[in-house]
């Protein structure tokens, strides 16, 4: 496995932080640097394809994933994204191929994650205790093997996002529209479900099941607020993320604080959303 020392010290310099110099906040540090503009990124899409409950039953994908990996003695840092992933494309397919609404579809598989990793869990108790950081999520416990596939799926999503962004907010104003211009719908809505998918289920870890959709949409709905363009929504999506994770990562260290660092984390985008929601009345009103 490579060494990241130099990675996690070059961080430490950009945010010289008493706090900072542990090394477990580092590696914190470094996956929320990873984390936060991939969140950002499809958080904008996400809010355009209306779809938070996706995104939010994608999360509790998680909670079925772990206790099942943690059943057959697999390694839940496998069965959870793979899992997540499969229920990803699982709904994805049944919305392009059932006539129910894309809120119903989306339900039921809620429904049956959720019930489904229950029973598992009914089946053992002892798994409960294993299920509360995936719940609640802890990101100072993330490993040098999470950040390098963060790195990995960083690469893959900056490419896809490249070579296909306007495409995307082409189908999430309207997909009929888009298959007519000869855009691959399909295609791209399956890469985009597996992608979020994955995304999805790292975000678990740092802010758990509870609070992962918030951490896609919040930056996304400030940024809507402040920015008057698609190109300026997507770089003012990338400001709040990357603030509120840094901000709360230090705010949760200090001494006075120790809060949870998932959830100061989106205690510091909403206050950005508070922020922004002030701005936009101000200048409606001027309008006006």
Known sequence: MPDLSLFYGLLAQLLPFDCLQARFMQQALAGLFLLAP?????????????????????????????????????????????????????IMLMQRRSSLSSDTVIGVFFSAMVAFGLAIVSRDRSL????????????????DGQIIALMGLFVILMAFLACCYNRLLY???????????????????????????????????????????????????????????????????????????????????QDWARTATGATIILVACAWFALSMAAAIRRRQRLI
């Open 38 to 90: 991939m969140t950002a990124s499809m958080g904008i899409l996400v809010v355009n394809f209306r779809m938070s409950f996706f995104a939010d039953a994608i999360s509790h994908s998680a909670f079925a994933g772990v206790a099942l990996g943690l059943l057959l003695t697999l390694d839940p840092g496998w069965t959870m994204p793979l899992f997540g992933v499969l229920v990803g494309l699982g």
């Open 128 to 143: 409960a205790r294993d299920l509360q950081r995936f719940l609640y999520g802890d990101i100072l416990t993330i490993s």
């Open 171 to 253: 189908i999430g104003l309207n997909p009929t529209l888009a298959r007519a211009h000869r855009v691959r719908v399909a295609a791209l809505q399956y890469l985009f479900a597996g992608l979020l998918a994955l995304i999805v289920m790292f975000a678990v870890q740092a802010v758990g099941v509870l609070l992962v959709t918030a951490l896609l949409i919040v930056p996304a709905a400030a940024a809507r607020n402040l920015a008057r363009s698609a190109g300026a929504m997507f770089w003012w999506t990338m400001v709040i993320s990357i603030s509120s994770a840094m901000v709360g990562l230090l705010l949760s260290a």
